[in-house]
């Protein structure tokens, strides 16, 4: 998708910038960041997947494990901003990460390698989870089923904002602080994720109507 693009946006948040363009003619900055992520995430959405994987055992994955998918750590983000704030910046950006491309299965074992678990990543097809009802994005983060109505959420082009400074730290280090805070935190309930058992449920459906 290209920085210019904001169908994906919305048709209220595409009529907001169009009033910030009109109201600052030539002089407008909007930035249009992906899912934000790291410590302080109110939403749960990034934060499950570190926190399931550091509980071990089978874990269900959803769809293509080499599907892409994208986020950006909010301290990244928020560093990148002031630098255009900073230095008078304008124009419209898209901003998400990482830089190089990333599936969900290395995300998992990037957060496999920071917990230090034994655990069996099991992939399961769009198609089940459709049929059981699971509910995308919030029931199981990062995933959106294909074809569907936020088709491209996952492979937004940032290369302006990279061209104007956008940089990212290494994804172990927004797993491990991210795993850092969820263990000084009280527990469920959680605004996102999986029910263990609802997991546990629908992987033992998944093994036995699998081909022998």
Request: charged share 25%.
């Amino acid at each position: 998708m290209e920085e210019v693009d904001n169908q994906t946006y919305g048709p209220l948040k595409a009529l907001c910038e169009d009033a910030v363009r009109d109201t600052f003619p030539g002089d407008a900055l909007i930035i249009r960041p992906g899912l934000i992520v790291g410590r302080y995430d109110p939403t749960d959405r990034f934060t499950y997947w570190p926190r399931r994987v550091a509980m071990g055992g089978e874990v269900l994955v959803p769809g293509s494990p080499d599907r892409r998918i994208q986020f950006i750590d909010v301290r990244d983000l928020a560093a990148w901003i002031l630098e255009m704030v900073e230095g008078s910046q304008s124009g419209t950006y898209n901003a998400t990460g990482p830089e190089e491309s990333l599936t969900m299965i290395e995300l998992l074992k990037a957060c496999q390698s920071a917990a230090e678990r034994d655990v069996r990543f099991t992939s399961v097809s769009e198609a089940f989870l459709l049929e059981q009802a699971v509910a995308p994005w919030i029931e199981l983060p990062l995933w959106m089923p294909t074809p569907g109505p936020m088709d491209g959420l996952m492979e937004v082009r940032c290369r302006r904002a990279l061209d104007a400074g956008l940089r990212f730290r290494p994804l172990t280090d927004t797993i491990e602080d991210t795993l850092k805070w969820v263990r000084d935190q009280p527990g469920p309930p959680y605004k996102a994720g999986m029910d263990p058992g609802r997991e546990q449920e629908l992987l033992q459906i998944w093994s036995e109507a699998a081909p022998s």
